[in-house]
C-alpha cells in the first residue's frame, strides 16, 4: 500500500493580494516560506519519506524546496498537481471577479460542487484530473510514502 502525505503550498503572492491564482505562476510570499519551512520541519521528525511529488508551479514546487533539501530527495514536479485553472479569473482580484463574474461567481460560493470558473475548469474537472494523477503516483510507489 502506498502512503500518501498531501500538503498545500504556503501563502502565495496571490493569496496575499486576495487574487485568484488559478495556473498563474505565483511565487511564495516570504509569510509562505516560512509555512513551508516550519511545515517541513515539523513532518521531518515525524515521517519517513522516499520521494517527493508537487506540481510544477512555483508556490508549490518552491513549498517542496525545504522537504527536498531536509530529506535529500528531488522534487517531481507534475503539472497534473496544478489545482484549477481558472480562466478567466486567472490573476484577478477576489472583489473583480465578484462584479465581473457575479452569476459564477455566486455558483461557486453557493454550490461549489457545480461550480465552473468563467472560461477555466469546473471543479469536478479538477477532481478529475487530480484524482488520476494521485493514483498514477501510487500506482509508481507502491509500498512507499
Not at 109 to 128: H, I, K, M, P
Request: aromatic share 10%; charged share 30%.
Amino acid at each position: 500500500m502506498t502512503r500518501i502525505i498531501m500538503i498545500r503550498h504556503g501563502q502565495s503572492e496571490a493569496n496575499a493580494q486576495s487574487r485568484f491564482a488559478g495556473h498563474s505562476d505565483f511565487d511564495l510570499s516570504e509569510l509562505g516560506r516560512q509555512q513551508a519551512e516550519l511545515a517541513a520541519k515539523y513532518l521531518y521528525g515525524k515521517e519517513q519519506l522516499d520521494v517527493i511529488y508537487a506540481s510544477d508551479l512555483l508556490r508549490a514546487h518552491n513549498t517542496a524546496v525545504p522537504f527536498s533539501k531536509l530529506y535529500g530527495l528531488p522534487i517531481n514536479d507534475r503539472e497534473g498537481l496544478r489545482e484549477l485553472f481558472a480562466g478567466d479569473w486567472e490573476g484577478r482580484t477576489i472583489d473583480d471577479i465578484k462584479q465581473r463574474y457575479s452569476e459564477d461567481f455566486r455558483v461557486w460560493r453557493e454550490d461549489f460542487s457545480n461550480a465552473r470558473c468563467t472560461g477555466g475548469e469546473s471543479v469536478a474537472e479538477l477532481y478529475g484530473r487530480v484524482c488520476a494523477e494521485v493514483l498514477s503516483i501510487a500506482a509508481e510507489n507502491e509500498g512507499r510514502c
